[in-house]
């Protein structure tokens, strides 16, 4: 076991790699002692580790699947997980295919399976869909820009072609662009309040006035709080959920006008174990660097990695350190 309570089994393979030169090194070897079985192939033993059984960790995806719940590719048992959803206590059976969760729990890497001890799902907005385009494939809310794929799940819809102006609640996924990849959309009934989740940029308490970004440095919705006190500590570069009356609120509205303001945690925490899906934004190839659903993700230590570029639909894998995911391995996501 390892510091980070990680069972390993150390097993010998055969290594056909560079085996020309084994095998010439190998017949040397024979030249000078005599006969042997020349019909074994010639390669390099190697010893190497492998996980049998993982450790705790958390993993942040759309749910793709049920039998448990798969996200990124691990079925994660549920039986004794509890479930939060939008900061209220649920039951898992209130948890729907394409919602982006959170899961905390046992993961084995190698096996793909799992035991979740908690779930924790958040919407990105709850609002009007307005510009809806269904030859784009488009919508907007609070007029920030909504993407439709081949995979979002509809709950509430038969399909996109049905959303028309309806009240909508959206999770997903940030791209490099500011908008947001859908994975869930739900029709919702009438509301006292509607909501969204973002970065606060352009903060400016004279006016009381700032811009709320999916991702940080991206376009997003102009927010006035002229009505009410921001949190504490609140400053640019702070995620938040800003609420808002659906009275005040219109598809023509070019500001919103905020009842309320809440500090939330935008990243996971540090953690030896983490699994996280998204689109690549802000990508730095010179610093081995790039954002991740608003999380920096660091791909030094990846030896091979894959080719990348600002908007990539990703999976990766490794730790978090200080707030930074300090990646093992990425993976390209087809088909989305």
């Known amino acids: 076991m390892d510091k980070f309570g990680l069972n390993y089994l150390v097993t010998t393979e055969f290594d056909q790699t560079n085996a020309e030169e084994a095998n010439h090194d190998s017949k040397k070897r024979m030249a000078r ?13 190697r010893q190497r580790l492998i996980s049998i059984r993982g450790g705790s960790g958390v993993s942040k995806g759309a749910i793709s699947a049920f039998g448990s719940i798969f996200v990124n590719g691990v079925e994660f048992d549920v039986t004794k997980s509890s479930v939060t959803m939008n900061d209220s206590s649920k039951s898992t059976a209130d948890l729907k295919l394409g919602m982006v969760v959170t899961v905390h729990g046992n993961i084995d890497d190698a096996t793909k399976k799992g035991s979740a001890t908690s779930i924790d799902f958040s919407d990105d907005l709850e609002g009007p869909a307005c510009s809806v385009n269904t030859a784009a494939q488009t919508m907007s809310v609070f007029g920030q820009t909504v993407k439709i794929i081949a995979s979002t799940k509809f709950d509430g819809f038969s399909n996109f072609s049905s959303v028309g102006n309806s009240i909508v609640e959206v999770s997903g996924l940030p791209d490099a ?3 947001i990849t859908a ?34 440095g991206s376009s997003g919705s102009a927010i006035n709080y002229s009505g009410i006190t921001l949190p504490s500590g609140i400053q640019n570069g702070s995620f938040v959920k800003v609420s808002l009356d659906p009275a005040t609120v219109s598809c023509g509205a070019t500001s919103y006008t905020a009842t309320q303001i809440s500090a939330k945690k ?48 990703i999976e990766v894998k490794g730790s978090i350190t200080n707030g930074v995911l300090k990646a093992t391995t990425i993976t390209i996501q087809t088909g989305s």
């Open 266 to 313: 935008a990243e996971m925490e540090d953690t030896a174990m983490a699994e996280m899906e998204g689109y690549v934004a802000g990508l730095n190839s010179a610093a081995l660097t790039f954002k991740l659903n608003g999380m920096t993700v660091d791909y030094s230590a990846v030896s091979q990695p894959p080719a990348l570029s600002n908007g990539a639909h």
């Open 183 to 216: 994975t869930f959309v739900e029709k919702k009934g009438q509301t006292d309040e509607f909501e969204l989740k973002g970065y606060i940029n352009n903060l400016d308490t004279a006016l009381k006035t700032f811009t709320l970004t999916l991702t940080q």
């Open 33 to 45: 002692v005599g006969d042997g079985d020349r019909s074994r192939p010639r390669g390099v033993w």
């Open 177 to 179: 662009s500011g908008a």
